[in-house]
């Protein structure tokens, strides 16, 4: 019975020794790009290592017994799509071709003769289209007329507003249409009622909360009816 206690005992100091694992707890990813998700050891973290990296919903995202991959229970997301490399300083993921769907928490859980160690890391994914924004005049039910603004390629969800030149907010402006496509990117449609006054500006902006990043298209209208764009930007 001492023996027994002695045994439960050294594994309850083993465990609680451990180590320390320090990551940055946010790291962005571009839609189509590798990303390496690295976190460094906080002192020696022994040998023959038991690695899981999961997601916040459990899905095995790449796991090492004995040195050894364990691809059959690995996700089939990430077939192929994972690395995983260790040294005495830390440990990498990589993890290639981000899509939409990686956007989350992952977890990571290392067991070694040293202890344990875990944490986790929020990615936050993200895609801002290359083509400009599209701005087109049309009819409205109430017989006016509409400014209608869209965009996409966008990931996630992106804030948009309309200003005027005098960088008014346009707050009567409205959603028509959010849709994501196959791979998961946000089609975005803006609506804004027009007045049929002589030269109105009207500024439509699409903003990215992940990565701070304005793009912006104005348009010009002359004569009530018509609509010329002007000064297309992207702010950082």
């Known amino acids: 019975m001492a023996f027994l206690s002695c045994v439960v005992l050294s594994l309850i100091i083993l465990i609680a020794d451990g180590f320390n694992l320090h990551c940055e707890q946010e790291i962005k990813a571009e839609v189509g790009k590798d990303v390496l998700i690295t976190c460094e050891f906080g ?16 899905l ?49 859980s290392i067991s070694t003769d040293k202890g344990l160690g875990d944490t986790s890391v929020t990615l936050l994914v993200w895609a801002i289209p290359t083509k400009d924004l ?19 390629g966008w990931y996630p969800e992106p804030i948009v507003f309309w200003e005027d030149k005098f960088g008014n907010d346009l707050k009567d402006s409205e959603i028509k249409t959010l849709e994501q496509d196959s791979e998961g990117l946000y089609r975005v449609e803006h609506n804004v009622k027009t007045v049929p006054d002589y030269k109105v500006h009207y500024i439509c902006h699409f903003k990215s909360e992940v990565m701070k990043r304005r793009v912006s298209m104005s348009g010009v209208i002359s004569d009530g009816r018509t609509i010329f764009l002007e000064d297309k930007r992207a702010d950082l």
């Open 43 to 58: 002192g020696d973290i022994g040998g023959d290592h038991f690695v899981i990296w999961q997601r916040s919903d459990d």
């Open 60 to 108: 095995i995202v790449h796991k090492i017994k004995h040195g050894k991959d364990q691809i059959n229970d690995q996700h089939a997301n990430y077939t192929e799509r994972t690395e995983i490399s260790i040294n005495k300083e830390g440990i990498t993921l990589t993890l290639k071709k981000v899509r939409v769907w990686d956007d989350g928490i992952y977890k990571l």
């Open 134 to 152: 599209v701005i087109t005049l049309n009819p409205d039910k109430s017989d006016g007329l509409k400014l209608t603004c869209s965009s996409q």
